[in-house]
């Protein structure tokens, strides 16, 4: 395989006029895009000695650039959430080993409290350059990214480059996507959706990719209608908001040819609601950080509703039951999969890797099934995750931050239904023994040390919860 910046080369030295990462404030141009990249990585090179630089930026050209720059300096980048608090964010950094950071400037303020050197993405960064370029296998890791971990730390997930350009190349092949395509994103860059698919698959095609720092219904619209963007992919409650928008113009979206939804299961409300304003049809796809992240998705000539789509080429998905033997058509299973997307591992977690990763097969902690047609079904989570807004949040991270509370004694956290979010915590509080606290004040202490979108919607206060016979607190019981 070729190494993922050998295929950005080619491209590059292919159209070097064409457009390639633009948003409000910067419109490049392919080769002005490597020539920033390659400035920005001259800039890396001289002010970072560890492997890793953490990049903390809005999606944006800019941020597209800064990644393709770490891999000019040879460095790992490590894309970070800017919604993560302080303490959360150290606790990556730390894990990392990171001691560069590249951000922008209203950014900074925060920035800085982690002690980290800054390197800022402005007019005086994003200049031209030349730097040579570090030797690189396809083997080789090629990113981190960060996802919570049940015990509430993080867990790196190292992909390599033959991960990323081989699921970015198999996308392109499965929806025969060519170079002349317009994209639209504004999915983050520090999430596998956004890192890869619309931002190494488009720019290693040679597409044109419009960036939107922040989503918003009404910015989603007016780009993909003034840019005439032809392959939009988002989260169900983007979706949802698109969809419920009170003012939209039928025809907006009408240059659409692909729309792409993943992160979490589409509600089939959303999906019509959809195809009846603007007659586009979203296709569901399915993925995690761990695979790359995209396994399957649902094509307009090869489309099953209900399902998340067949499998990308390179890849294959299948069930398996409760002894790792894999499952005939349409036999419900914990979903399991082999091929390029299959990650390099955790850092610094091999026994979590070891447990995830078995024999090349990396298990999904997702039970479904597959049908005799090959389009997978997802059914259920044997994990406890929670997927809000598309993020994974796990509720161990929300308990043992609940737990030192002091007048916490014990606690869970469960997730519900919601419609715009997808699925939301909830936590259930039984107080210590003479101690008050009410749930406006347990959410607050969750809101001051953890992301926004990880503080539970509600926290109910009980005198006991439902346990096992040996007093293992039954989730699956509890109600709001």
């Known amino acids: 395989m070729h190494h993922l910046l050998d295929v950005f080369e080619s491209t590059v030295a292919r159209q070097p006029e064409s457009s390639a990462a633009c948003d409000q ?52 980048p490590v894309p970070l959430n800017f919604l993560l608090a302080p303490e959360e964010l150290v606790k990556i950094l730390r894990d990392a080993e990171i001691d560069l950071l590249v951000t922008i400037d209203k950014f900074a303020p925060s920035a800085q409290k982690t002690g980290l050197p800054l390197l800022l993405l402005n007019g005086k960064t994003l200049v031209p350059g030349e730097v040579e370029r570090p030797a690189a296998a396809a083997s080789d890791v090629g990113v981190f990214l960060y996802t919570s971990g049940t015990s509430g730390a993080p867990k790196g997930v190292m992909l390599s480059f033959g991960n990323i350009l081989g699921n970015a190349q198999a996308g392109i092949e499965h929806a025969r996507i060519t170079p002349d395509q317009v994209f639209c994103s504004v999915l983050p860059q520090f999430h596998s959706f956004g890192f890869t698919t619309m931002t190494v698959l488009p720019l290693t095609l040679g597409a044109t990719v419009w960036y939107l720092p922040r989503f918003s219904p009404v910015g989603v619209v007016e780009t993909i209608r003034e840019r005439r963007v032809t392959i939009f992919m988002a989260i169900p409650s983007m979706y949802a908001a698109i969809a419920n928008m009170k003012q939209a113009d039928p025809e907006a979206l009408a240059s659409i040819k692909l729309a792409v939804s993943g992160g ?26 761990e695979s790359s ?3 399957t998705f649902n094509l307009p000539e090869r489309h099953r509703p209900g399902s998340v789509g067949s499998a990308l080429p390179g890849i294959d998905v299948y069930a398996v039951d409760e002894q790792g033997q894999r499952l005939a058509a349409d036999q419900t299973g914990e979903i399991v999969m082999r091929g390029h997307c299959v990650m390099q591992g955790y850092h610094n977690q091999p026994e979590l890797s070891a447990e995830t990763v078995r024999d090349g097969a990396l298990l999904s902690g997702d039970m479904g099934h597959v049908d005799a047609d090959g389009f997978v079904h997802i059914t259920g989570r044997k994990k406890e995750m929670i997927i809000v807004g598309g993020d994974n949040v796990f509720p161990g991270e929300i308990e043992a931050v609940l737990s030192t509370h002091p007048a916490v004694a014990e606690c869970a956290v469960v997730g519900v239904s919601d419609e715009v979010r997808g699925e939301l915590p909830v936590g259930f509080v039984i107080l210590r023994e003479g101690q008050t606290a009410d749930a406006n004040e347990l959410r607050s202490f969750c809101r001051d040390r953890l992301a926004g979108f990880k503080v539970p919607r509600d926290v109910y206060l009980r005198d006991d919860l439902p346990r096992s016979a040996t007093g293992k607190i039954l989730k699956r019981e509890l109600k709001p």
Not at 53 to 69: D, M, Q, Y
Not at 264 to 289: A, D, K, N, W
């Open 25 to 76: 404030s910067l419109m490049l141009n392919y080769g002005q895009f490597r020539a920033v990249a390659m400035g920005l990585a001259r800039q890396i090179a001289e002010q970072s000695r560890g492997p890793r630089v953490g990049i903390l930026a809005p999606t944006s050209a800019a941020g597209a650039a800064a990644i393709f720059a770490c891999w000019y300096a040879g460095k790992t």
């Open 264 to 289: 979490e299961p589409l509600p089939m409300s959303v999906f019509e609601r959809m195809r009846e304003r603007f007659g586009v049809t979203i296709y569901e796809g399915y993925g995690m950080t």
């Open 293 to 295: 992240p995209c396994v």
